[in-house]
């Protein structure tokens, strides 16, 4: 423990030592009249484009900006790489060229430092494209030394804490996230050519609903009220069908004041949509056309491989009752279960642990998450759900017990989840009433009863499929990410002691 401590102030000091180097260097820059935090540079060229397209702009003026990568000198003359957005390219300093002074400014930068170039372009002996530089402007002095000698970023915490190192050090994480902004583009484009209409509703609401979880909660000083951030958008979207529009979708963040892990986070990216004159067999099949169309469009195939595991997205997915998929995981069939007695039977010989509140239909969904969820691993859509567990979602039609809806899983966790909504306000009233009760007796996840939701209802609201998909765990997939914070920019983290 001593010998950990002590490496620790070392390490300490010699990060202060650094500083203090980077430091004289800026205050030698100042005194040659030079900002050492530069202004607007104009850039012609990114690395990327003069890389890819040399046979047009070789001898060419180019100017490029950047943070400086790496260094080596040889006497009069010294190369470099610098990196912008789109990746890295080698600089050709020498002092014969830019001039004595201006070569002495150079010795004055650091890794890290931001600066911008003008050169022009050629291929060097060694056959590397580079750029011979006549000149560069210093744009930003790094007062900070990049993390392990500028080889790279390992420490998970450090990456989520201070994702702008994780960005500067691991090219490959900047990619994934040019990656999500793809994914998010073209389900957006997918959805505009189905002539669905992109809106926005509150992010802060009078009522938590939309969803069993548990909100955050706020206080409005101006109207002295409490308000929730959303957990879902989808009661105001369904109002706007109510209100005529025909097809919808919002994407965008929701909260829920639950646990954090390698696929959950408190503040998360979703897109929902409802579609008037649709059900859940047609929001399936816009489902799984969606995600493969997507992964088409970004990766080139609908087939990825996440964790080792080669999976096909290709339509159409395989399709299982929650009943049936309980029965073929956990060898038990809850088609004959009649009592309440005999499904408490069921879980305590499986050892699944349950409440007392739970009736059959919680009781089979909780058996299915601990049992069969963790073999779904092609995409596959569960349906049949149990009408206890499903609040907002129309009865089948020939069985009261079970809603139509489904849940679509990949690799054992759930990315979608969708149902023919409850269009009937006199059933919706009478469930979000057992939802309250459910409340009322310690359950924080039960939805509370949304009034001017069923007067919406009262007004009618047209059949209507709805989906929310989790956008962060699809980015997972495409990406091959292993954790949900590998694909959020900033994920939630504890204080630092």
Known sequence: MADMEELQEQSVEELNELMRVRRSKMADIIGQ????????????????????????????????????????????????????????????????????????????????????????????????????????????????????????????????????????????????????????????????????????????????????????????NALDMKLYLRIAPELYLKRLIVGGFEKVYELGRVFRNEGISIKHNPEFTMVELYQAYADYEDIMRLTEEVVAGV??????????????????????????????????????????????????????????????????????????????????????????????????????KTNPDITDRFEAFIFAREIANGFSELNDPIDQEGRFSDQLAQRLAGDDEAHMMDEDYITALQYGLPPTGGLGIGIDRLVMFLTDSYSIRDVILFPHMRHKD
């Open 295 to 396: 992964t088409r469009e970004i990766l080139g195939t609908a087939k990825i491989t996440y964790l080792n595991q080669e999976i096909d997205l290709t339509p159409p997915w395989s399709r299982l009752t929650m009943t049936e998929a309980v029965k073929k995981y956990a060898n038990v069939d809850f088609s004959t279960v009649a009592s309440i007695d005999e499904a408490r039977a069921i879980a305590d010989k499986l050892g699944v642990k349950y409440e007392k509140k739970h009736g059959i239909g919680a009781i089979l969904n909780i058996i299915f998450e601990e049992k069969a969820e963790e073999h779904l691993i092609q995409p596959t859509f569960i349906i049949g759900h149990p009408t206890e567990i499903s609040p907002l979602a129309k009865r089948n």
């Open 33 to 220: 009249g030079i900002e050492p935090f530069g202004r607007k540079y104009y850039v012609t060229n990114h690395a990327q484009d003069i890389l890819e397209h040399y046979s047009d702009l070789e001898g060419a003026t180019v100017r490029v900006a950047g943070r400086l990568m790496a260094v080596r000198g040889h006497g009069k003359a010294s190369f470099a790489h610098i990196m912008d957005v789109s990746g890295k390219i080698q600089i050709y300093f020498r002092q014969d060229v830019m001039g004595e002074s201006a070569y002495e400014q150079f010795h004055l930068l650091d890794i890290g430092d931001i600066i911008g170039v003008e050169g022009t372009v050629f291929r060097t002996q060694k056959g590397e494209i580079s750029i011979k530089a006549a000149n560069f402007e210093f744009l930003a002095k790094s007062l900070r030394p990049l993390p392990e000698k500028w080889h790279g970023l390992k420490d998970i915490e450090t990456r989520y804490r201070q994702r702008y190192l994780d960005l500067i050090v691991n090219p490959e994480v900047r990619n994934n996230f040019i990656l999500r902004s793809k994914i998010i583009k073209s389900i957006r484009n997918i959805l505009d050519e189905r002539g669905f209409l992109e809106v926005e509703t509150p992010m802060m609401h009078p009522i938590a609903g939309g969803a069993a979880a548990k909100p955050f909660v706020t206080h409005h």
